[in-house]
Every structure is written in C-alpha cells, then in structure tokens.
C-alpha cells in the first residue's frame, strides 16, 4: 500500500450551485450597464459563467471589474484636504495576498481606492486621513481573505457589495452616527468570495473607553 498522499483542502475545488452563477451574472449586467463592458463581452462572459462548475474557474469572470467604479458626482460641500505643510502620502490601491496590508494614521485617499484581499487581510482606516473629495468610493473584493473598512463618526457610509459565500456587511456602529448634510459619503463596492468585506464606524485612535458610554 501506497504512502497517502495529504493535501490541505484547495476551496478554489469547490462546485458552485446556479445561485453563485446569478450572483456572478449579475455583477456582469451592471457592469454592461455603467459602460464598462461592451455587449460582445458581456455575452462571453456570461457564457463562461454558466458554464463554470468551481470558484476556480468562476472568480477570473470578474476579478478586472473590481478595481473600477462609475465616475463619482461632484462635490456638493467643502471636502477635508491636506493641511499646509502636512504631508500625507497617498494610496490608490491595498494589496494583500497570503499577508497583511494596513492603512492607517495620515495619509491621503483618492477618490476612488482600490483594495484586494487573497488569502489575506487588509486594514483601511479612515479615522486619520483626508479624503480628497466628497465622495469616495473604495472597490474592495476579498477571497478567502479579509478587507476591513473603519470609517469615522462623521462619514456617510453606502455598502453596495456582493457576497458569494462570504460577507459583505456594515457592522454595527462602535460609537454614535454623527453623519449630517455636509458629511463625506464613502461608498463601498466590490466583492466577497468565501471572505469578508465589511465597514465600521469606531471612535478617534487613542479615545479612552470610559468616554465612549454604552453605545
């Protein structure tokens, strides 16, 4: 008798049932529908869609749609920007594959920022850094990894992601929503496939803990 051989599990294996297909599909409609995909590409892909049969061949259908957004509308109220002779580096893009990547303290944030999780585990702190327009809007996808959004008191946030045997969610507030007519919106979209995408709101860095109540 042969040695037995002993993989670790590979979820990239798994089957997907018809409901991943819809959920793929219909990434791909609004794809076609904000002009990033041509009718000739959306047939093809949908045709790939329904005929894959594991997460492996599914994720590459929409993995290049992740890191694009319609264009954001323009600034209704004065924005936070850099502050003279403050220098903030700037980030377009978080990457993290079978590591770590974190954002966090000052720094700039465009208006859209891109972030990816495979395997791996992003931080996106928006407590300390200056957004450079009213409207934001992050494209964070993660498979079998984590993309955690912190937002501020005073952020509007809009979740608008696709969970595919994961969780793409707003979870429940750390400190009392302060969000008003002139508040920064952050919009976050993008996917989850068998990981986490999710937002919270959460105290200043450093607030004490007997400042913050019961909330």
């Known amino acids: 008798m042969g040695e037995i051989e002993n993989r670790p599990h590979d979820p990239s294996l798994m089957r997907i049932s018809d409901a991943d297909r819809q959920r793929v599909a219909d990434v791909l409609r609004d794809a076609a529908g904000d002009g990033r995909l041509d009718l000739d590409e959306l047939e093809e892909r949908l045709e790939q869609t329904w005929a894959a049969k594991t997460y492996?061949?599914?994720?590459p259908i929409t993995l290049d749609l992740q890191a694009t957004g319609p264009v954001a509308p323009p600034a209704a109220a004065p924005v936070r920007r850099p502050a003279p002779g403050v220098p903030a580096v700037g980030h377009a893009s978080s990457l993290?594959?079978?590591?770590?990547?974190?954002?966090?303290?000052?720094w700039s944030v465009p208006e859209h920022h891109s972030s990816f999780a495979l395997m791996g585990s992003v931080v996106i702190d928006l407590r300390e850094a200056q957004l450079t327009a009213h409207h934001t809007q992050?494209?964070?996808s993660a498979i079998m990894g984590e993309v955690k959004i912190i937002v501020p008191a005073h952020v509007h946030v809009v979740v608008d992601g696709t969970p595919i045997m994961g969780e793409f969610t707003q979870q429940k507030d750390k400190v009392p929503s302060e969000v008003g007519p002139d508040s920064?919106?952050?919009?976050?979209?993008?996917?989850?496939?068998?990981?986490?995408?999710?937002v919270q709101r959460q105290p200043a860095p450093g607030t004490p803990k007997k400042y913050l109540g019961t909330y």
């Open 56 to 59: 492996g061949e599914l994720v």
């Open 96 to 106: 993290a594959i079978m590591g770590e990547c974190k954002r966090q303290g000052l």
């Open 138 to 140: 992050i494209n964070a």
């Open 184 to 198: 920064p919106t952050v919009r976050i979209r993008g996917m989850a496939l068998m990981g986490s995408v999710s």
